[in-house]
């Protein structure tokens, strides 16, 4: 038997071989390719990147941005972080201008810078942006000079730093001044800045006769609100406030007196929200008023007290409800029936919960 094969069958052999070779490559090459590693991996998002993130979304005013922002901070930060302040201030400045202060404020009360609205001491350099915006917000631009000029001697001028103290400036009268900041805005923006100060001529000599620091609240540096609402002084009269910042003062100077568990200014505080045409009264506000109805009587008269229920700010059903809960399972706690980590969990974001178990220890 010849043992030679036909040439024709060789080569078609050798094709099929090589043709089956290389579909088996071309299998092994794409289960590596699915299987492997991207050659470039995302990078981890850090409490710097976050930082970046708040800072520039305060200078685009943008609240609900620097909230986020801040708050992702706080997830990966570690205790030692020297921009813990920073980014808290930032944190309550987002709360207070997206009118969530009186909502959210008692959700951070994990965070120990969380717990004055202002620092106790004259302000750190890093937060002298996030500061002014917070008291200039309200209205306050006095507090907010001395920080950014004493900033802006130590870090220089930025173009953000440079609006700000335009605006402190013509706000407050110091017209001269505020030319030496226009002058190193851009161009475009000199024209707007040189007519808002053409229309501030009048100085509010009131504000230069004010001390720069005020007798505190206790525990507290927020004499500023205080100290100009509710007034009927020269003073208040001078600022003029926009609605915008009427709001954001009443909502400061609502959580500082309720912080300090001043439940007899309710119905002061109520009147204000109706003086400003408020839709409804914050969450802290309906809270405070069942504690003083239900839980203290807060001193209040019957008449004054039905007085204001037949006013057009309403306690809302759910709000009822939630307490009506936290008394029950505080008097199950009283008498041993039930878990404090449950009520905590449950109640610890109210503002019922922080004036009921505030300083208790379990």
């Not at 959210?104 to 890093?126: C, K, N, Q, W």
């Not at 220089?156 to 190193?184: K, M, N, P, Q, V």
């Not at 504000?207 to 100290?227: G, K, N, Q, R």
């Amino acid at each position: 038997m010849n043992n030679c094969m036909n040439p024709d069958i060789k080569r078609y052999g050798l094709a099929l071989f090589l043709i089956c070779l290389g579909l088996t490559g071309t299998a092994n090459l794409a289960a590596r390719t699915v299987s492997a590693p991207p050659r470039y991996k995302t990078a981890a998002l850090t409490p710097e990147t976050y930082i970046r993130a708040a800072r520039a979304s305060l200078e685009q005013n943008d609240p609900i941005a620097a909230r986020t922002a801040t708050e992702r901070y706080f997830q990966t930060a570690t205790d030692t972080a020297a921009e813990r302040l920073e980014m808290a201030t930032i944190l309550k400045w987002a709360l207070l201008t997206s009118g969530q202060l009186n909502e959210d404020f008692l959700t951070y009360g994990h965070i120990p810078e969380m717990g004055l609205m202002l620092p106790v001491s004259f302000p750190a350099m890093r937060i002298a942006k996030p500061y002014s915006c917070l008291t200039m917000a309200c209205g306050l631009y006095v507090p907010a000079l001395s920080t950014m000029i004493c900033a802006t001697d130590r870090n220089g001028l930025d173009l953000f730093s440079t609006r700000l103290l335009t605006e402190i400036c013509i706000e407050t009268g110091r017209l001269s001044l505020a030319r030496r900041y226009i002058a190193h805005l851009p161009k475009a923006e000199q024209g707007e800045w040189y007519r808002k100060a053409k229309e501030h001529r009048q100085a509010l000599w009131a504000w230069d006769s004010l001390p720069y620091h005020l007798a505190s609240e206790p525990a507290t540096t927020d004499a500023w609100v205080c100290f100009f609402y509710p007034s009927d002084s020269a003073e208040r009269t001078a600022l003029a406030l926009k609605p915008t910042q009427a709001r954001c003062l009443l909502d400061y100077y609502t959580l500082l007196q309720l912080l300090h568990k001043r439940l007899d200014l309710l119905p002061v505080i109520t009147e204000a929200y109706r003086a400003q045409g408020a839709a409804r009264l914050p969450a802290y506000v309906q809270d405070a008023w069942l504690l003083a109805m239900n839980y203290l009587n807060g001193g209040f008269s019957k008449d004054e007290v039905l007085q204001w229920r037949k006013g057009d700010l309403k306690i809302e059903p759910d709000i009822i409800a939630r307490f009506e809960r936290l008394v029950y399972d505080f008097n199950a706690l009283r008498n041993g029936t039930d878990n404090w980590n449950e009520i905590r969990k449950n109640y610890r974001d109210t503002y019922a919960f922080y004036f009921i178990f505030d300083g208790i220890a379990f």
